[in-house]
């Protein structure tokens, strides 16, 4: 499985009827981009979704950013994995993670409870479920959504390896020292292509509004030396950038080159705007000739 060293972390393909998201995924292949990360909250369900662009595309990778663990039994995401990865060879990479507490409880209306032995238990029960039908020839890969050093360890020990969001670069040179060599490590990254500091950081706050209110991610910024200062009130200039990089193509360009030189083998550019609901499509363009590979 080659996710190439870029890939495109995006809910906006949820948004879109299912025919325009399919044809949005070919292209994208077009640009060459390899892998497409899609998330699992309050839209399409990761595994169907995934399924739909698999069918659209020819090589391209799709990569689930992440499914909870908490949506589905471990049996049924096994056999959804199993079903995917099947019919779609070496394109199906399931990213595993345990959300977070306000979306389990009091919108699945679940128990957040015990994150990290909930995985380590979830992952027992997938390896050992019971599946009676075409399995893929090779063993399907998965990574696991990781922040703190007990869950990179885990990520390492029963997975490909790890998938951070919401993180400065400096959280990838600590994951990957967590991971040690070898493990993947997929950090998301998001950006603006907008080279106004103003703007720029507008729809950063807007993008960063929702996870500055989640212990997950506030805890994880505390320990790299984040306050309440950078905290509050959308966040700090400083924290805003730390989080979000903004400017022109080589700008985005260099943030993405600081991750790899911290140790990160995949980068997920997440591309924002100022309406969360456009289809940055001008912009994913425009960053293909920067970022990828030719």
């Known amino acids: 499985m080659d996710l190439g060293r870029v890939g495109l972390w995006t809910f906006q393909l949820d948004l879109q009827?299912?025919?325009a998201a399919r044809e949005t995924a070919?292209?994208?292949?077009?640009?060459?981009?390899?892998?497409?990360?899609?998330?699992?909250?309050?839209?399409?369900?990761p595994l169907v979704n995934s399924t739909l662009l698999l069918s659209a595309?020819?090589?391209?990778?799709?990569?689930?950013?992440?499914?909870?663990i908490w949506a589905r039994d471990a049996m049924a995401m096994r056999a959804g994995q199993l079903t995917v990865a099947e019919a779609f060879p070496d394109r199906f990479l399931l990213g595993l993670g345990v959300s977070h507490q306000p979306m389990v409880d009091f919108v699945r209306g679940g128990?957040?409870?015990?994150?990290?032995?909930?995985?380590?238990?979830?992952?027992?029960?997938?390896?050992?479920?019971?599946?009676?039908?075409a399995r893929p020839t090779e063993e399907p890969r998965r990574v696991l959504a990781a922040l703190g050093p007990k869950m990179l360890k885990l990520a390492a020990e029963r997975?490909?390896?790890?998938?951070?969001?919401?993180?400065?670069v400096e959280h990838t040179a600590f994951?990957?020292?967590?991971?040690?060599?070898?493990?993947?490590?997929?950090?998301e990254q998001a950006v603006v292509l907008d080279?106004?500091?103003?703007?720029?950081?507008?729809?950063?706050?807007?993008?960063?509004?929702?996870?500055?209110?989640?212990?997950?991610?506030?805890?994880?910024?505390?320990?790299?030396?984040?306050?309440?200062?950078?905290?509050?009130?959308?966040g700090s200039d400083a924290l805003v950038d730390a989080i979000v990089a903004w400017g022109d193509e080589e700008a985005i360009a260099e943030r993405v080159?600081?991750?790899?030189?911290?140790?990160?083998?995949?980068?997920?550019?997440?591309?924002?705007?100022?309406?969360?609901t456009s289809l940055p499509l001008p912009q994913w363009r425009r960053l293909a000739n920067a970022l990828l590979d030719r």
């Open 17 to 19: 009827r299912s025919s």
């Open 111 to 133: 128990k957040y409870d015990k994150p990290l032995t909930a995985m380590r238990e979830y992952l027992d029960r997938m390896d050992a479920a019971v599946f009676m039908a």
């Open 195 to 234: 080279t106004d500091p103003d703007q720029a950081r507008t729809a950063a706050r807007l993008h960063m509004a929702t996870y500055l209110g989640l212990p997950n991610y506030t805890n994880n910024l505390r320990r790299f030396g984040w306050g309440d200062d950078d905290l509050a009130d959308g």
């Open 26 to 45: 070919a292209e994208l292949e077009s640009l060459g981009y390899r892998t497409l990360w899609v998330p699992d909250a309050v839209g399409r369900d």
């Open 57 to 68: 595309t020819e090589q391209m990778v799709l990569a689930t950013g992440i499914a909870s």
């Open 175 to 187: 994951a990957r020292e967590q991971l040690g060599e070898g493990p993947m490590l997929c950090p």
């Open 257 to 276: 080159r600081a991750h790899h030189d911290a140790g990160a083998d995949h980068v997920c550019v997440q591309v924002l705007t100022n309406d969360a």
């Open 159 to 168: 997975a490909l390896g790890a998938h951070p969001y919401f993180v400065p």
